[in-house]
C-alpha cells in the first residue's frame, strides 16, 4: 500500500524552472516514480542541457521553453501541456532568481522588480494557469518551492526582495490550498536551506559566508539538490494525501535555533 501511494504511473508532471539544480534533479524523482515529465526554463540552452542529461540517463521528457514572469506565456504552456498530456496531475513551481544583492535602504525598483517578478510573480501565475485546470478535472498537487528565507531574514541580509517573494509563496500556498482543497487539489511548499547550485553559487559560497552560515546549521552542512527533491516528491504523491497548506523546511535545521 504505501509503494502504491508513491507510484506515479499514469500521471504528468510540469516543473518550471527545471533545465537544471533542484528542478532537474526533482524531475529525476518524479521520473524514477514513473510520471511522465515536463520540463520548462526561460534560457533554450540550460533547458536543452537538461534534457540531454536526462535521456543520457536513459529518460525521455519532454521540454518547453517558459518565462514564468509571462503571463500569458504561462497560460498557453499550460493549455498545451495539458492537451498534449491529457492532463497535467502534478506543477512543481520551481523557477528562482536570488541576486543581486542589495541593502533594504537602496535596492531600485528594478533590482525589486526582477526577483518579486520571477520568484512571487511567476510562482503564482503558474500555479493559477495549471492549477485552473486541475480544479475543473477535480485533482492534481502543486508542490511551491519557497525558502527558509521566507521564514527568517537569514545571512547576509541584503535580500529582503528574496526574503518577502519566498515569504509570499508560502503565504500564496496556504491561501490557495484553503481554496482549492474542497475541489481536489492540494498545494504545498518547500523550504531549502543553502543547496549548492547554479543559483546559490552566485553568492551564498562566498567563503567569508560559509563558516557563518554552517555555524547556524545545527547539521553543519549544506542540503543537497535531490534532498530537496525527495521532499517534493513525496508532497506530489498520494503518500502526502493528508497533506495541504504545509510549509516544510528542508533545512538541515537551520531554522531551528
Ligand atoms: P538554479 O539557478 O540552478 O535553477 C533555477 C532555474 O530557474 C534556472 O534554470 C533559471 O534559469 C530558472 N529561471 C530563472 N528565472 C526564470 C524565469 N523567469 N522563468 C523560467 N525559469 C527561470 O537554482 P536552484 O535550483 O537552486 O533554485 C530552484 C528554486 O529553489 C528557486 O525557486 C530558489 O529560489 C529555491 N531555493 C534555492 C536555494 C539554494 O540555496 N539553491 C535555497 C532555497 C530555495 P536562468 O539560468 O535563466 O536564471
Aim: charged share 20%; hydrophobic share 40%; aromatic share 6%.
Amino acid at each position: 500500500m504505501y509503494r502504491e501511494k508513491s507510484d506515479l504511473s499514469g500521471r504528468a508532471a510540469f516543473i518550471t524552472g527545471g533545465g537544471r539544480g533542484i528542478g532537474l534533479c526533482t524531475a529525476e524523482a518524479l521520473l524514477e516514480h514513473g510520471a511522465r515529465v515536463v520540463i520548462s526554463d526561460r534560457d533554450p540552452a540550460v533547458l536543452e542541457a537538461g534534457r540531454a542529461e536526462l535521456a543520457e540517463k536513459g529518460w525521455e521528457i519532454d521540454a518547453v521553453t517558459l518565462d514564468v514572469t509571462d503571463s500569458k506565456a504561462v497560460a498557453r504552456a499550460a493549455a498545451d501541456a495539458n492537451e498534449r498530456h491529457g492532463g497535467i496531475d502534478i506543477l512543481i513551481a520551481n523557477a528562482g532568481i536570488a541576486w543581486p544583492d542589495t541593502p533594504g535602504e537602496s535596492m531600485t525598483d528594478e533590482v525589486w522588480h526582477k526577483v518579486v517578478d520571477v520568484d512571487l510573480n511567476g510562482c503564482y501565475w503558474s500555479c493559477r494557469e495549471f492549477g485552473r485546470a486541475m480544479l475543473e478535472r477535480g485533482r492534481g498537487s502543486i508542490v511551491t518551492v519557497g525558502s527558509m528565507s521566507g521564514l527568517i531574514s537569514n545571512k547576509p541580509q541584503r535580500q529582503v526582495h528574496y526574503n518577502a517573494a519566498k515569504a509570499g509563496v508560502h503565504h500564496m500556498t496556504r491561501s490557495l490550498a484553503g481554496e482549492w482543497a474542497p475541489r481536489g487539489v492540494r498545494v504545498n511548499s518547500v523550504a531549502p536551506t543553502y543547496v549548492d547550485t547554479a543559483m546559490s553559487r552566485g553568492g551564498f559560497t562566498d567563503d567569508a559566508l560559509m563558516p557563518t552560515w554552517m555555524a547556524s546549521t545545527p547539521m553543519n552542512r549544506p542540503a543537497r539538490a535531490d534532498e530537496i527533491a525527495s521532499a517534493i516528491l513525496f508532497l506530489a504523491t498520494d503518500a502526502s494525501s493528508a497533506m495541504t497548506g504545509s510549509i516544510v523546511t528542508v533545512d538541515c535545521g537551520y531554522t531551528i535555533w
